[in-house]
């Protein structure tokens, strides 16, 4: 157990629609990053957020968004869904946020767009 | 652009040998990290190695260890006396600048009983 929590673990929606994934980093991690690992695209980093500011942007889509909280806690919302959405998304965390720090990661929330 | 490069989609190992599971990288920037995590059939992601850039010896930890060559660009990850749990993908990173991450594309180890 990491210590890195993802709620909900399944989701299934419609094309179309809106979903909100939540993350709790581990006791004292002040950064949070998002991936998304999908058969066709692999681990794909989206975005980072150190201390509720956002610190560095990957491959994330406009319709996709996140925000950290001030109790550090993430939020991923993906709106106008396609079918290509489907994929495992991965909530990680680190102390810092700089290259030394080793990454945890949460045990995935599997988005399943029909 | 970070880039990082797996050419092994899948190696088989016999239980107790060692193995090892390539990666090279390409990167700019001269300070970064080189990551390696195994993800299960579970799905999970877990943290097995880091490797920094200016480190002078080569990491490990328990039965992993990073075969680090610099010059080379290359971060290969040996496990000594694989066991059944071994099984899983095992994914290469880079991370630099302010944490961003390059996965590679995974390399598929099964051990053999």
């Known amino acids: 157990d990491s210590g890195v929590t993802q709620t909900p673990k399944h989701l299934i929606t419609a094309t179309g629609q809106r979903v909100t994934l939540r993350c709790s980093p581990r006791s004292g991690d002040l950064s949070v990053y998002w991936y998304q690992q999908s058969l066709d695209q692999g681990l794909q980093f989206l975005i980072q957020?150190?201390?509720?500011?956002?610190?560095a942007k990957g491959n994330i889509l406009e319709r996709f968004s996140a925000q950290q909280f001030p109790d550090l806690h993430s939020e991923l919302n993906l709106s106008s869904l396609e079918l290509g959405d489907s994929a495992l998304y991965f909530c990680a965390s680190s102390e810092e946020g700089d290259s030394k720090d080793t990454q945890y990661f949460g045990p995935g929330t599997r988005l399943t767009v029909l | 652009a970070q880039k990082i490069t797996q050419t092994q989609p899948g190696m088989f190992v016999q239980e107790k040998e060692a193995v090892t599971l390539d990666c090279t990288y390409d990167t700019s920037d001269p300070s970064y990290g080189l990551f390696w995590y195994k993800q299960p059939s579970s799905g999970e992601m877990i943290f097995l190695i880091y490797?920094?850039?200016?480190?002078?010896q080569n990491a490990t930890e328990g039965r992993y260890s990073l075969n680090f060559q610099k010059a080379r660009k290359s971060a290969n990850l040996v496990i000594s006396a694989s066991q059944l749990g071994d099984s899983a993908m095992y994914f290469c990173?880079?991370?630099?600048?302010?944490?961003?991450?390059?996965f590679g594309t995974g390399t598929k180890l099964q051990v053999i009983p």
């Open positions: 490797q920094g850039s200016y480190d002078q």
């Open positions: 957020y150190y201390n509720g500011e956002e610190r």
């Open positions: 990173a880079t991370v630099w600048g302010y944490q961003k991450v390059t």
